[in-house]
């Protein structure tokens, strides 16, 4: 016998390319959806990465600054030192200065003249006395010039009076005091 199919096929047909259609449009979706999600998740995971990352460096930079904050006080503790060692130095550079100072006071000190006065003001020494004469003076001027303890001798005053028993001179001068130790350091720096 004849098969005659009654039922509508085309609307069946169309029925079954409906179904196929949302099939595919579901399965395409959810293939989205699990496109999305993965990509979600790998950004998230390298946010994250980069987040732990970027902690460890900020750790890291907090832990170097640290270390220079300590190596600032270092430096700055270091040159405190030198600075007290370079002062040590001098002092016990110029501990003698005093000794030589007197001494050639004396040792420069022409005959006829007497010194009255004495002051120092650092390295600066104001001399007052008095001379048998304005040459004599100028002696004692040329001994300080040629002295290695003293040095710049600058005449201030110089003033002759008479006398009963004779004519004197009274000048003040200034002179520095050198240290021929503390020179040839700093030259040979």
């Keep these: 016998m004849a098969r005659i199919n009654l039922l509508p096929w085309r609307e069946t047909r169309?029925?079954?390319?409906?179904?196929?259609?949302?099939?595919?449009?579901?399965?395409?979706?959810?293939?989205?959806?699990?496109?999305?999600?993965?990509t979600h998740f790998e950004i998230n995971g390298r946010i994250g990465h980069q987040e732990r990352r970027n902690h460890y460096l900020t750790n890291e930079i907090k832990i170097l600054d640290d270390k220079i904050k300590e190596i600032?006080?270092?430096?700055?503790?270091?040159?405190?030192?030198?600075?007290?060692?370079?002062?040590?130095?001098?002092?016990?550079?110029?501990?003698?200065?005093?000794?030589?100072?007197?001494?050639?006071?004396?040792?420069?000190?022409?005959?006829?003249?007497?010194?009255?006065?004495?002051?120092?003001n650092g390295d600066v020494l104001k001399l007052a006395g008095r001379a048998e004469s304005n040459a004599r003076v100028s002696s004692y001027m040329r001994n300080i010039e040629a002295s290695e303890w003293l040095s710049n001798p600058s005449l201030g005053v110089i003033e002759t009076k008479e006398t009963e028993l004779a004519r004197i001179s009274e000048f003040s001068l200034t002179s520095k005091q050198t240290n021929p130790n503390i020179e040839s350091n700093s030259e040979d720096e």
């Design 14 to 38: 169309r029925h079954e390319q409906q179904k196929e259609f949302f099939t595919l449009m579901g399965l395409a979706a959810a293939l989205c959806v699990l496109v999305v999600l993965m």
């Design 72 to 120: 600032k006080k270092l430096d700055s503790t270091r040159q405190a030192l030198i600075e007290r060692m370079e002062v040590i130095q001098n002092l016990q550079a110029a501990r003698p200065g005093i000794v030589h100072l007197f001494d050639e006071l004396v040792t420069t000190l022409p005959e006829g003249i007497h010194l009255t006065s004495l002051k120092q």
